[in-house]
């Protein structure tokens, strides 16, 4: 699952593995739920197949990785692409005839984009076949207004919208059609009451509603996501070509590729000749496509299954241009040409006009069976490092979360990137085993020197000063980016941080990213014994998170692993006073007053952790050892027999100490 498949994940989610019963709430509201609860059903069936069959004994065996349950997902993705050919059908069907109507489904069908898209498990597949039977209705209701064919048009529309909020400009069409059914404008504004016209918006309300009650119970979290998507839309992400226009980006880039030079310039003939004869239900199919368009012209964000939409529609057109041409090409040869030469010049001139289209799907096709580079980068690691290793991997790298790796996601923002641009230097990952970089990033950073240059002497360190251990790229229509494998040499590791990487995390990104990343930074630094290092990244945290008890604990035995007791017994104060029932604290204080000479305090400090816990054996043998040592019996006595009293009966330590009163008393 190296494409995105957050519907897949998200209705994953709803089974709330680690928590109680069944959360139908997203939690995720940058996309509507629609496709999240067809791949939640789907998940379902599965389910109760496999436990009928046995597969499956309860629902905590049901899977554990999200392998099992993508072939289903990408099966129904996968139908309603073919839905969409049907649904294409139909509608050229409705436009025209049955032979335009084979066309444009097959025009479809054969379709790079629309191939592309029906393997992996996104929103647009989907979104594309509720948008075309939007249409469909859409125009029954303008060429023979009934209020079911309005009702109809409403209820896919709501459908459309429930699975990618884009779909809501097909209200927009819905508006136009109604509007161009009047003769005058008079009669237009007055045909915005029409019953009909109100059921269909009315429709396209409660069925989004419906669908997304979430939206309106988690409102809060809504407006979070949903205005997060406006200004990613609007301001777009790192990789997107600057100098390019986005009309360019869809209209020279997208549309030629998707259906081919000659098809896209047969497009704008075909519009022309609609004009001059006068076929206005026809050009009306070009409402939707532009509309759409237009509207995603706007923004700064942009990629190329965006625009999948507008493919059949357009593809209709060019099956109506395609019959046209045909039609002026037969009519000049009929004459003298027998049927049979006639049928073999149509399919020459049909192969010449999808050739493009044909050969990108070929490519694709050759390229998916063969591995992603980045299942190739996950067997090499798995095959020559060790569970548990320590692994930095930057953003597209490989997927190693459902391995034993002590793993370190360097963050990465695809909305204004430069705020992560901290974290993109090599100095924090050089005891890490191994650190991967790919292209992916690389090169979307290199694209921009002036506005990304505070990220590219990270990946030129990367290249002169640490080892490079392997390249994998990809070969000859294989998918996935370039990876390279990096280990730090031994003999340049360094025992401390420069003070200067701390201050580059002050108040560039949110708290929250940079406690997560010095959390999982600290935690490898203590696996490989890095204790300076470990010690420095705690005291960062600390200086934001001042109640972290854990941290603080933790920071207490770094210092005191590295002879520094005085601030080990400092941080465990802080500690205590933050927290004060920590019993096993209060004992390791105790340990520490030792060392520095301060026995009385310590003996205290041993009494108050008996105190909150009477069971904790280490604050036992500490007074043991401390009243032995001193020769006091009276003081020895009583903890053995406080000791004794909490020891299982006829445990081999119960007997010692049993012993150990006795010898007292006898000597007494």
């Given at each position: 699952?190296?494409?995105?498949?957050?519907?897949?994940?998200?209705?994953?989610?709803?089974?709330?593995?680690?928590?109680?019963?069944?959360?139908?709430?997203?939690?995720?509201?940058?996309?509507?739920?629609?496709?999240?609860?067809?791949?939640?059903?789907?998940?379902?069936?599965?389910?109760?197949?496999?436990?009928?069959l046995?597969?499956?004994?309860?629902?905590?065996?049901?899977?554990?990785?999200?392998?099992a349950?993508?072939?289903?997902?990408?099966?129904?993705?996968?139908?309603?692409?073919?839905?969409?050919?049907?649904?294409?059908?139909?509608?050229?069907?409705?436009?025209?005839?049955?032979?335009?109507?084979?066309i444009?489904?097959?025009?479809?069908?054969?379709?790079?984009?629309?191939?592309?898209?029906?393997?992996?498990?996104?929103?647009?597949?989907?979104?594309?076949?509720?948008?075309?039977?939007?249409?469909?209705?859409?125009y029954?209701?303008?060429?023979?207004?009934?209020?079911?064919?309005?009702?109809?048009?409403?209820?896919?529309?709501?459908?459309?919208?429930?699975?990618?909020?884009?779909?809501?400009?097909?209200?927009?069409?819905?508006?136009?059609?109604?509007?161009?059914r009047?003769?005058?404008?008079?009669?237009?504004?007055?045909?915005?009451?029409?019953?009909?016209?109100?059921?269909?918006?009315?429709?396209?309300?409660?069925?989004?509603?419906?669908?997304?009650?979430?939206?309106?119970?988690?409102?809060?979290?809504?407006?979070?996501?949903?205005?997060?998507?406006q200004?990613?839309?609007?301001?777009?992400?790192?990789?997107?070509?600057?100098?390019?226009?986005?009309?360019?980006?869809?209209?020279?880039?997208?549309?030629?590729?998707?259906?081919?030079?000659?098809?896209?310039?047969?497009?704008?003939?075909?519009?022309?000749l609609?004009?001059?004869?006068?076929?206005?239900?026809?050009?009306?199919?070009?409402?939707?496509?532009?509309?759409?368009?237009?509207?995603?012209?706007?923004?700064?964000?942009?990629?190329?299954?965006?625009?999948?939409?507008?493919?059949?529609?357009?593809?209709?057109?060019?099956s109506i241009?395609?019959?046209?041409?045909?039609?002026?090409?037969?009519?000049?040869?009929?004459?003298?040409?027998?049927?049979?030469?006639?049928?073999?010049?149509?399919?020459?001139?049909?192969?010449f006009?999808?050739?493009?289209?044909?050969l990108?799907?070929?490519?694709?096709?050759?390229?998916?069976?063969?591995?992603?580079?980045?299942?190739?980068?996950?067997?090499?690691?798995e095959q020559?490092?060790?569970p548990?290793?320590?692994i930095?991997?930057?953003?597209?790298?490989?997927?190693?979360?459902?391995?034993?790796?002590?793993?370190?996601?360097?963050?990465?923002?695809?909305?204004?990137?430069?705020?992560?641009?901290?974290?993109?230097?090599?100095?924090?990952?050089?005891?890490?085993?191994l650190?991967i970089?790919?292209?992916?990033?690389?090169?979307?950073y290199?694209?921009?020197?002036?506005?990304?240059?505070?990220?590219?002497?990270?990946?030129?360190?990367?290249?002169?000063?640490?080892?490079?251990?392997?390249?994998?790229?990809?070969?000859?229509?294989?998918?996935?980016?370039?990876?390279?494998?990096?280990?730090?040499?031994?003999?340049?590791?360094?025992?401390?941080?420069?003070?200067?990487?701390?201050?580059?995390?002050?108040?560039?990104?949110?708290?929250?990213?940079?406690?997560?990343?010095?959390?999982?930074?600290?935690?490898?630094?203590?696996?490989?014994?890095?204790?300076?290092?470990?010690?420095?990244?705690?005291?960062?945290?600390?200086?934001?998170?001042?109640?972290?008890?854990?941290?603080?604990?933790t920071?207490a035995?770094?210092l005191?692993?590295?002879?520094?007791?005085?601030?080990?017994?400092?941080?465990?104060?802080?500690?205590?006073?933050?927290?004060?029932?920590?019993?096993?604290?209060?004992?390791?204080?105790g340990?520490?007053?030792?060392?520095?000479?301060?026995?009385?305090?310590?003996?205290?400090?041993?009494?108050?952790?008996?105190?909150?816990?009477?069971?904790?054996?280490?604050?036992?043998?500490?007074?043991?050892?401390?009243?032995?040592?001193?020769?006091?019996?009276?003081?020895?006595?009583?903890?053995?027999?406080?000791?004794?009293?909490v020891?299982?009966?006829?445990?081999d330590?119960?007997?010692?100490?049993?012993?150990?009163?006795?010898?007292?008393?006898?000597?007494?």
């Open positions: 699952l190296h494409e995105e498949a957050t519907p897949l994940v998200k209705a994953w989610g709803m089974w709330n593995w680690h928590g109680p019963g069944i959360d139908l709430n997203p939690h995720f509201f940058n996309y509507p739920a629609l496709t999240f609860y067809l791949l939640f059903v789907a998940q379902g069936i599965q389910y109760l197949i496999g436990h009928i046995g597969i499956y004994p309860n629902l905590q065996s049901f899977v554990t990785t999200l392998g349950i993508a072939i289903p997902a990408r099966v129904i993705i996968g139908l309603l692409d073919v839905g969409t050919i049907w649904i294409t059908y139909m509608f050229a069907k409705e436009v025209s005839d049955w032979k335009i109507a084979l444009a489904a097959w025009l479809v069908a054969i379709n790079p984009l629309h191939v592309t898209q029906a393997h992996y498990i996104t929103v647009d597949t989907p979104l594309t076949f509720f948008v075309v039977i939007s249409l469909l209705f859409m029954r209701s303008y060429s023979r207004p009934a209020q079911k064919w309005y009702l109809l048009s409403g209820i896919c529309i709501g459908l459309a919208a429930a699975t990618k909020y884009t779909g809501a400009f097909l209200l927009i069409v819905l508006f136009v059609l109604h509007l161009m009047s003769r005058t404008l008079a009669d237009a504004l007055r045909s915005i009451g029409d019953r009909g016209f109100i059921l269909g918006l009315m429709a396209s309300l409660v069925v989004f509603l419906m669908i997304n009650p979430y939206i309106l119970i988690s409102y809060d979290e809504f407006i979070k996501d949903f205005s997060f998507e200004y990613h839309a609007a301001a777009g992400h790192l990789g997107v070509e600057s100098s390019q226009a986005t009309v360019d980006f869809y209209l020279l880039g997208v549309l030629p590729s998707g259906i081919g030079w000659l098809l896209s310039l047969l497009v704008p003939v075909t519009v022309l609609l004009i001059v004869r006068k076929e206005t239900s026809k050009l009306l199919l070009l409402l939707f496509p532009v509309i759409y368009t237009t509207i995603m012209s706007t923004w700064e964000l942009r990629a190329d299954r965006y625009l999948l939409p507008v493919f059949p529609v357009t593809l209709l057109i060019c241009g395609m019959s046209a041409l045909w039609e002026l090409i037969r009519s000049g040869i009929d004459r003298f040409t027998s049927k049979a030469v006639r049928i073999g010049f149509a399919t020459i001139l049909g192969g006009l999808v050739v493009q289209p044909i990108n799907v070929y490519r694709f096709q050759q390229s998916i069976v063969l591995p992603d580079t980045r299942t190739v980068a996950k067997t090499w690691v020559r490092f060790r548990t290793s320590a930095a991997t930057g953003p597209f790298g490989i997927t190693l979360q459902d391995t034993n790796y002590n793993l370190l996601i360097i963050p990465f923002l695809a909305v204004n990137p430069e705020r992560t641009a901290p974290f993109y230097d090599s100095r924090w990952y050089e005891d890490f085993d650190l970089a790919s292209d992916y990033d690389y090169s979307r290199a694209r921009d020197p002036e506005k990304y240059g505070s990220f590219l002497p990270y990946y030129d360190s990367l290249r002169s000063r640490w080892k490079l251990l392997s390249e994998i790229k990809p070969e000859e229509h294989q998918l996935g980016p370039t990876l390279w494998f990096y280990t730090y040499p031994d003999s340049m590791r360094r025992n401390r941080f420069e003070p200067s990487l701390f201050e580059k995390l002050q108040g560039s990104i949110e708290s929250t990213r940079v406690s997560s990343f010095l959390n999982k930074l600290g935690e490898v630094l203590l696996q490989k014994q890095k204790l300076e290092k470990s010690g420095q990244v705690m005291r960062q945290i600390l200086s934001v998170e001042v109640d972290n008890v854990r941290i603080r604990n920071l035995q770094v005191h692993s590295i002879g520094d007791d005085r601030g080990a017994l400092l941080e465990v104060q802080r500690s205590l006073r933050t927290n004060p029932t920590q019993a096993e604290l209060f004992g390791f204080a340990d520490l007053l030792l060392s520095l000479g301060r026995s009385q305090e310590a003996e205290l400090s041993y009494l108050k952790a008996l105190q909150l816990n009477k069971y904790l054996n280490i604050a036992y043998t500490r007074l043991i050892a401390f009243y032995t040592e001193r020769k006091d019996q009276t003081k020895l006595k009583n903890i053995l027999e406080r000791y004794y009293g020891l299982p009966p006829r445990s330590e119960a007997m010692r100490i049993r012993n150990e009163l006795e010898r007292l008393r006898g000597s007494s």
